[in-house]
């Protein structure tokens, strides 16, 4: 029978990692040799993750997982193995990929992003004692999966709401990577929310490419020059939702010394991006880390999660980050968004996913 949760309060932090490209498809990670026997009676090797594009290193959606697998890892006394994506790949990669993990006798086995979903249904019908988890896709339904979902328009508010505060020409951006549904939420909103600070605000809207086998969430470099001409359009506050690619949106933001926000992760604390820091005014945050462990968790315990397992702002599962001491100083700025924040758990407030 299918269970719901939360995700846990406490938030993830993501490990700050600086790595040497990885080899297409190959394990970057491998901590476990033998299979594990906890006081619950797991048996399993650990946990199996399967990143998204961009792989491990985007100090974004992918490092969000990678923290929870090491946090898990350290708590259970368990091992892992993380395997980065390859350039190109097909649907019949990655199924390979997540069935090397369970027939290797790793439980759970996580695929990060939506588009394992194919992959994810193939195998988990070949494993039926395995638990496998999705990240950002809830299509897949058996006994064995979780699918580990969130509401991103909920923390996308808030950084429309930050966006729009701080804004000092009423004209602000938001960049996607792909243009598909679930980058539309994130969008949907971010245009809400500063819409409910000022009704006549101006946003930019651009998404990098049409799907992500173009590298909508992997090209820096079309972040950077989407935002470039977001700003010189006369946006003041650049918000994106592309994975790797916002790194680009991050540097050019801060080259022209315009506020970015970032996503996912809290970006400000990002060592590779230490030097654009001061031009963080904040992220939206999604407790990714916090999904990995809490299925981790699951299995050890011997309770496995299974179906629709939704984070939100009450639970902790989504929110915005406030590390940055200049965003702090911003009392109206700050205030706002806290409001923003009670007034979507209170349900005075309902974001809508899409436009």
């Known amino acids: ?11 993830v932090a993501v490990s700050v990692i600086a790595l040497a490209a990885v080899g297409c498809g190959k394990s970057s990670t491998d901590t476990s040799s033998d299979s594990k026997k906890s006081s619950s009676g797991y048996t399993g090797k650990g946990i199996g993750l399967a990143y998204d594009i961009g792989g491990k ?13 090491q946090k898990a890892e350290t708590e259970f006394k368990i091992g892992g193995r993380d395997i980065e994506p390859q350039d190109g790949e097909s649907d019949a990669d990655k199924v390979q990929r997540l069935e090397q993990l369970a027939k290797s ?45 969130f509401h991103e328009e909920q923390s996308s508010y808030l950084a429309g709401v930050a966006a729009a505060k701080a804004t000092k020409k009423n004209h602000i951006g938001f960049i996607g990577g792909v243009d598909i549904p679930l980058i ?24 990098l490419t049409q799907t992500p086998q173009e590298g909508g969430f992997a090209s820096p470099d079309k972040g950077k020059d989407a935002a470039a001409g977001q700003i010189e359009k006369g946006a003041d506050v650049l918000y994106h939702a592309a994975g790797l690619s916002g790194q680009g949106v991050i540097s050019e933001a801060a080259s022209k010394k315009v506020w970015a926000i970032g996503v996912d992760s809290d970006q400000y604390a990002q060592s590779s991006l230490a030097k654009y820091k001061d031009w963080i005014l904040g992220s939206a945050l999604k407790n990714v880390g916090g999904a990995v462990y809490d299925l981790a968790k699951s299995v050890v315990d011997g309770k496995p999660l299974s179906g629709v397992v939704r984070g939100d702002l009450k639970s902790g599962g989504v929110g915005f980050a406030d590390s940055n ?7 109206d700025v700050a205030a706002a968004v806290d409001k923003a924040k009670q007034d979507i758990i209170d349900g005075k407030v309902t974001v809508k996913t899409t436009q």
């Open 1 to 11: 029978m299918s269970r719901r949760t939360r995700f846990s309060q406490a938030a």
């Open 57 to 69: 290193g985007d100090q974004s959606f992918n490092d969000a997982a990678f923290a929870g697998f």
């Open 105 to 149: 006798g790793y439980n759970p086995v996580i695929g990060v992003g939506f588009v394992y979903a194919p992959a994810v249904k193939e195998v988990a019908a070949k494993y039926p004692k395995t638990t496998f988890g999705i990240i950002d896709d809830e299509q897949d339904k058996a006994a064995n999966i979780a699918d580990l979902v």
């Open 184 to 207: 539309h939420k994130f969008e949907a909103g971010f245009d809400q929310g500063a819409k409910s600070v000022n009704p006549s605000i101006k946003i930019e809207s651009q998404y």
């Open 325 to 331: 001491p200049k965003y702090k100083a911003m009392k």
